[in-house]
């Protein structure tokens, strides 16, 4: 099946710092999802974003599905920003519908 | 509702009693999913309705998971028995369409379980 890795695994950051986040995928996809898991376990939706550029506020996300990739951009990051960002993307299961395959997560810690 | 709404929010069980978590979606969508998210990993697919219909129950790791919908809207998954690796959360997400994954999925908080 689709294999979904993420880099790097764990980030430590002062506030006010720029951060890259890398997804990539080992097979075509039609869609992609960025996730931001916070403290409290909550999956917020960050970006749905199959193919090109996103941006909302101080995130930014790229996909470039030729290249199987996506890449999320963190900038002047945030205490708030501290948690687990997860990328996600869909794969046939072995029932025959779709579901979603996610990476193992970039933790994220925001530092004061 | 305005999310996707999971309850209880935490759940303690002792091994072998019986589990009931509620998966309230966002209002009119079709597609329903549950995962199981160990800690320190991503969450992984356990099944798939759409509507009242479960299309894919093939993540359900035993029989003593079973999920039910009855009426296309509301959700419910149910351990039997519950053993110690059972221990994690479990989450909800709702998508508009009857696409599967291929439509955006919207998350609930999750229920965290812990079986002692």
């Known amino acids: 099946g689709i294999q979904v890795e993420q880099s790097p695994p764990d980030l430590i950051l002062q506030e006010g710092a720029n951060s890259t986040l890398r997804c990539n995928f080992s097979?075509?996809?039609?869609?992609l999802q960025w996730f931001h898991q916070n403290p409290w376990g909550q999956l917020i939706n960050l970006f749905y974003?199959?193919?090109g550029t996103k941006q909302n506020g101080r995130l930014s996300a790229t996909t470039v599905a030729t290249e199987r990739y996506s890449l999320l951009y963190i900038s002047s990051s945030q205490t708030t920003d501290s948690g687990v960002y997860f990328c996600?993307?869909?794969?046939?299961?072995?029932?025959?519908?779709?579901?979603?395959?996610f990476g193992k997560g970039t933790k994220l810690t925001v530092n004061p | 509702g305005a999310g996707v709404s999971q309850s209880p929010r935490y759940k303690v069980a002792k091994r072998g009693q019986d589990v009931a978590l509620r998966c309230d979606p966002i209002?009119?969508?079709?597609?329903l999913f549950w995962y199981q998210q160990a800690l320190g990993q991503g969450p992984e697919f356990l099944t798939y309705?759409?509507?009242?219909?479960?299309?894919?129950k093939s993540g359900l790791p035993s029989d003593r998971f079973f999920a039910e919908r009855p009426e296309g809207s509301v959700s419910t998954l149910k351990i039997q028995r519950t053993q110690q690796e059972d221990s994690a959360v479990y989450l909800c997400?709702?998508?508009?369409?009857?696409?599967?994954?291929?439509?955006?999925?919207?998350f609930g908080q999750g229920t965290r379980l812990t079986v002692v």
């Open positions: 097979d075509s996809v039609n869609n």
């Open positions: 996600a993307v869909p794969a046939v299961t072995q029932g025959g519908s779709e579901k979603l395959v």
């Open positions: 209002s009119g969508h079709v597609s």
């Open positions: 997400a709702s998508s508009l369409s009857g696409g599967g994954a291929r439509t955006e999925a919207f």
């Open positions: 309705f759409q509507n009242e219909a479960q299309l894919d």
């Open positions: 974003i199959p193919s």
